[in-house]
């Protein structure tokens, strides 16, 4: 039994498994490309690059603070999405944007908890947690 | 980039928003204050017209008959026609005088000023204030 990885034409891990060695082609199809690897391989960590897995780089975000007053104008600033960034906001308020590179200012006049997830292969998603409060 | 997070589609939609907050804000404080049972509220009203217009005119027992709610009320009672009418009248001034208007001024005067608001959070934000003020009012 071999381990194997099965990718599509970006090198998104789309699965991973054992099986024979002789069935190991088998595994491919379609938009599925096979490769003999994949020890401690998961989809969020791992791509394959130029025939190997590799781990997917991190964005290296950093969020000035998790707490916002929902007032309209106490601002976080979220910095290192890189640009294309594919951002969806979900919470009081749900919606998604493209990011351009520059820091990043939200606020909201909303109060609650916001998940605030960055997309861009083969960059790592990104997850932060914002908490809106009521202005006082 | 700048993301501000709200629901509206436009700052019009805010602003009507904001007016909804407001009057719902105003209708509590009222309801605070005036009962909801039916019919009673006009019959507290004209109480409340017939007392000031009689302590007004100097309690005069000589004309009661064109002050109904005093006359009927006092000779039910048995109370005098000035202790029931000043008796109505200081239970429906704080309201009259004071209370209503105040209310009635802030909402007002609250969706009144949402005009000159520019953007959403400014909005968002006089709505809070104002609906602050009704629900201690």
């Not at chain 1, 391989?41 to 190997?52: K, R």
């Not at chain 2, 100097?58 to 006359?71: E, L, S, T």
């Not at chain 2, 009320?73 to 009248?89: L, M, R, W």
Request: proline share 4%; hydrophobic share 40%.
């Amino acid at each position: 039994m071999i381990q194997y990885v099965i990718f599509d034409g970006d090198g998104r891990i789309l699965q991973t498994g054992s099986c024979p060695e002789e069935m190991l082609d088998l595994q491919a199809g379609p938009g599925r490309e096979v490769m003999e690897g994949g020890a401690g391989v998961t989809s969020y960590s791992h791509y394959v690059a130029n025939g190997e897995i590799v781990e997917r780089p991190g964005m290296g975000i950093s969020v000035s603070k998790i707490t916002l007053v929902a007032d309209g104008s106490d601002e976080v600033a979220i910095t290192g999405v890189p640009a294309g960034a594919q951002l969806s906001i979900d919470g009081p308020v749900v919606a998604d944007a493209i990011a351009d590179g520059e820091p990043i200012s939200i606020t909201s006049v909303h109060a609650g908890i916001y998940v605030i997830q960055a997309t861009k292969f083969p960059y790592r998603d990104e997850r932060i947690n914002i908490n809106a409060t009521e202005p006082a | 980039m700048q993301l501000n997070l709200h629901n509206y589609g436009d700052i019009d939609g805010a602003k009507a928003a904001a007016a909804k907050q407001i009057d719902a804000a105003a209708g509590r404080a009222r309801a605070r204050y005036l009962t909801v049972t039916e019919g009673q509220e006009s019959v507290y009203q004209a109480k409340y017209a017939d007392a000031l217009a009689f302590v007004r005119a100097g309690c005069p027992a000589d004309q009661v008959d064109v002050y109904p709610w005093i006359k009927v009320e006092a000779e039910a009672t048995g109370q005098s026609y000035d202790v029931v009418a000043n008796t109505i009248k200081a239970k429906g001034d704080p309201w009259h005088m004071e209370t209503g208007p105040t209310i009635e001024g802030l909402r007002m005067g609250g969706k009144r000023a949402l005009q000159d608001l520019a953007d959403i959070g400014a909005v968002v934000a006089h709505a809070r204030a104002v609906v602050q003020q009704l629900d201690v009012a």
